[in-house]
């Protein structure tokens, strides 16, 4: 199998390529996390995260895989940054060859734990709002702004005009947003 | 005045900074002084963040049952891991520790002890339960029809939903807290055991489930008594096996226990 194989994979969130990416990538950033004061509980931790992250960065049109970026490469990127911002945050040792690759701006679009457990409160409401939803809402809204997927490209792939899709995006929004206000609690 | 409908693509924009810079100030003078548009903007705000917060979790309940496959094929085991043991008690008090180490005579966690033939063989044998969470939950669901809506068995059932859903760590995190009021809860013991089990946290695992195996008052103690017993094979060190034939024997024993011609075969392979 072919990485392009194993991205379409993981943009489509099968299975398969979840369990391939643990077998292939799980073990470097392991070690790289036990060599920098975690466990294999935070490294479990820590692949899932970036498992989210990489998912983010994979679904841009623009991203290519060429000679240069190999998804394993990505992948330990990702999730070696991701670690050494964790331990910053927690201010636990890093192993001094490690410090270079420190990077203030690199984005993931991870939060800190504070922030993290707000925002969970925040947002646990919407989520289960979103859960009573048709299908079709759901999909739609899921592809647009959490995989960040062109409306373009959502309605090829569901076989509807642009237009479509954004009216029907918007409405979408507008049944989230009703259905929130109805359950405040 | 337009609606949210209409709205929303102009609101989008404004916050993707794909307006022009006549636009972008002219919509945040209309902020400032429509209270309604400076709703709709945090609305829509609160939605994009609340749908990505959503996609997150429905992503991690596919990773959880993807690293469940993984723990059970031993994926995780090797001698490269002897720090994890470590990671095994990172939850519990001390105290609760150090009885747990005394009582099972768990005195050392030897890295690298474990016999491999027993992660396949645990694999084989382990399912989530799925028998008794259905007469949990449908006992608590009867307690609700019969009295007022009690807020606390509402906390537990949504912990239980979660492990029924294989949503593990979201039911580790409501079962923790549950607990904490409510530390005697034989229910969220046993579920809190399972699913530390199903984590591959099996000393924690243990923790949870060895005391109800002797409480009395505990219907489900056979149910305790099999997944203690598989926990314990798979902790590093002799001590574990020992535990878990105990547990084995005493089901292998007991002529009305539902567990018995599966401890029987267990113990067969084992030996």
Same mark, same amino acid.
């Not at chain 2, 209309?30 to 979790?57: H, M």
């Not at chain 2, 490269?80 to 009885?99: C, D, G, H, Q, V």
């Given at each position: 199998?072919?990485?392009?194989?194993?991205?379409?994979?993981?943009?489509?969130?099968?299975?398969?390529?979840?369990?391939?990416?643990?077998?292939?990538?799980?073990?470097?950033?392991?070690?790289?996390?036990?060599?920098?004061?975690?466990?294999?509980?935070?490294?479990?931790?820590?692949?899932?995260?970036?498992?989210?992250?990489?998912?983010?960065?994979?679904?841009?049109?623009?991203?290519?895989?060429?000679?240069?970026?190999?998804?394993?490469?990505?992948?330990?990127?990702?999730?070696?940054?991701?670690?050494?911002?964790?331990?910053?945050?927690?201010?636990?040792?890093?192993?001094?060859?490690?410090?270079?690759?420190?990077?203030?701006?690199?984005?993931?679009?991870?939060?800190?734990?504070?922030?993290?457990?707000?925002?969970?409160?925040?947002?646990?409401?919407?989520?289960?709002?979103?859960?009573?939803?048709?299908?079709?809402?759901?999909?739609?809204?899921?592809?647009?702004?959490?995989?960040?997927?062109?409306?373009?490209?959502?309605?090829?792939?569901?076989?509807?005009?642009?237009?479509?899709?954004?009216?029907?995006?918007?409405?979408?929004?507008?049944?989230?947003?009703?259905?929130?206000?109805?359950?405040?609690? | 005045?337009?609606?949210?409908?209409?709205?929303?693509?102009?609101?989008?924009? !404004?916050?993707?900074?794909?307006?022009?810079?006549?636009?972008?100030?002219?919509?945040?003078?209309?902020?400032?002084? =429509?209270? =309604?548009?400076?709703? $709709?903007?945090?609305?829509? $705000?609160?939605?994009?963040?609340?749908?990505?917060?959503?996609?997150?979790?429905?992503?991690?309940?596919?990773?959880?049952?993807?690293?469940?496959?993984?723990?059970?094929?031993?994926?995780?085991?090797?001698?490269?891991?002897?720090?994890?043991?470590?990671?095994?008690?990172? *939850?519990?008090? &001390?105290?609760?520790?150090?009885?747990?180490?005394?009582?099972?005579?768990?005195?050392?966690?030897?890295?690298?002890?474990?016999?491999?033939?027993?992660?396949?063989?645990?694999?084989?044998?382990?399912?989530?339960?799925?028998?008794?969470?259905?007469?949990?939950?449908?006992?608590? =669901?009867?307690?609700?029809?019969?009295?007022?809506? #009690?807020?606390?068995?509402?906390?537990?059932?949504?912990?239980?939903?979660?492990?029924?859903?294989?949503?593990?760590?979201?039911?580790?995190?409501?079962?923790?807290?549950? &607990?904490?009021?409510?530390?005697?809860?034989?229910?969220?013991?046993? !579920?809190?055991?399972?699913? $530390? &089990?199903?984590?591959? #946290?099996?000393?924690?695992?243990?923790?949870?489930? +060895?005391? &109800?195996?002797?409480?009395?008052?505990?219907?489900?103690?056979?149910?305790?008594? *099999?997944?203690?017993?598989?926990?314990?094979? +798979?902790?590093?060190?002799?001590?574990?096996?020992?535990?878990?034939?105990?547990?084995?024997? +005493?089901?292998?024993?007991? #002529?009305?226990?539902?567990?018995?011609?599966?401890?029987?075969?267990?113990?067969?392979?084992?030996?």
């Amino acid at each position: 199998m072919d990485s392009q194989q194993l991205v379409k994979g993981l943009i489509e969130e099968e299975h398969w390529a979840f369990e391939k990416l643990y077998k292939d990538q799980f073990n470097p950033l392991k070690s790289y996390v036990l060599r920098n004061s975690g466990t294999l509980d935070d490294a479990k931790d820590l692949f899932q995260e970036t498992i989210i992250a990489l998912m983010k960065v994979i679904v841009k049109p623009e991203f290519k895989l060429n000679d240069n970026t190999k998804l394993s490469t990505l992948t330990y990127s990702i999730g070696s940054r991701l670690w050494l911002m964790n331990l910053r945050k927690k201010k636990l040792p890093i192993a001094s060859s490690d410090i270079s690759e420190m990077n203030e701006d690199f984005d993931t679009g991870q939060e800190g734990l504070e922030e993290k457990i707000e925002y969970e409160a925040k947002h646990q409401l919407i989520a289960e709002s979103l859960k009573t939803m048709g299908e079709e809402c759901r999909k739609l809204l899921e592809f647009y702004y959490f995989k960040k997927i062109k409306l373009k490209e959502i309605a090829e792939m569901l076989s509807y005009t642009q237009a479509f899709v954004r009216v029907k995006k918007n409405r979408c929004m507008n049944e989230l947003r009703e259905l929130v206000t109805q359950n405040p609690d | 005045m337009k609606n949210f409908i209409e709205n929303i693509d102009h609101i989008e924009a !404004y916050l993707n900074g794909e307006l022009s810079p006549q636009e972008h100030s002219a919509f945040e003078k209309r902020i400032q002084t =429509e209270p =309604e548009i400076k709703e $709709q903007v945090e609305s829509v $705000q609160d939605l994009i963040k609340g749908i990505s917060f959503a996609s997150e979790k429905k992503l991690k309940v596919k990773l959880d049952s993807v690293e469940s496959k993984l723990n059970k094929e031993s994926f995780f085991k090797s001698k490269e891991y002897n720090m994890s043991n470590t990671r095994k008690f990172r *939850w519990i008090p &001390l105290a609760a520790s150090m009885a747990f180490l005394v009582a099972a005579g768990l005195f050392f966690l030897k890295p690298g002890t474990t016999n491999p033939d027993l992660g396949k063989l645990y694999a084989e044998y382990y399912k989530p339960d799925t028998e008794v969470i259905k007469e949990v939950l449908d006992r608590i =669901e009867a307690r609700g029809l019969a009295t007022e809506t #009690n807020k606390d068995d509402e906390k537990l059932k949504a912990a239980l939903i979660a492990y029924e859903k294989y949503d593990y760590k979201s039911a580790r995190t409501q079962l923790s807290k549950f &607990l904490d009021d409510f530390p005697e809860d034989q229910t969220a013991r046993f !579920y809190m055991g399972l699913t $530390q &089990l199903n984590m591959g #946290n099996y000393a924690l695992a243990i923790d949870y489930l +060895q005391p &109800l195996c002797t409480e009395e008052t505990f219907p489900y103690k056979d149910q305790a008594k *099999w997944y203690l017993s598989l926990g314990c094979t +798979q902790i590093e060190g002799p001590d574990g096996i020992i535990l878990a034939k105990k547990y084995l024997n +005493q089901l292998v024993q007991d #002529n009305s226990s539902a567990y018995q011609k599966n401890a029987k075969a267990f113990l067969s392979h084992m030996e």
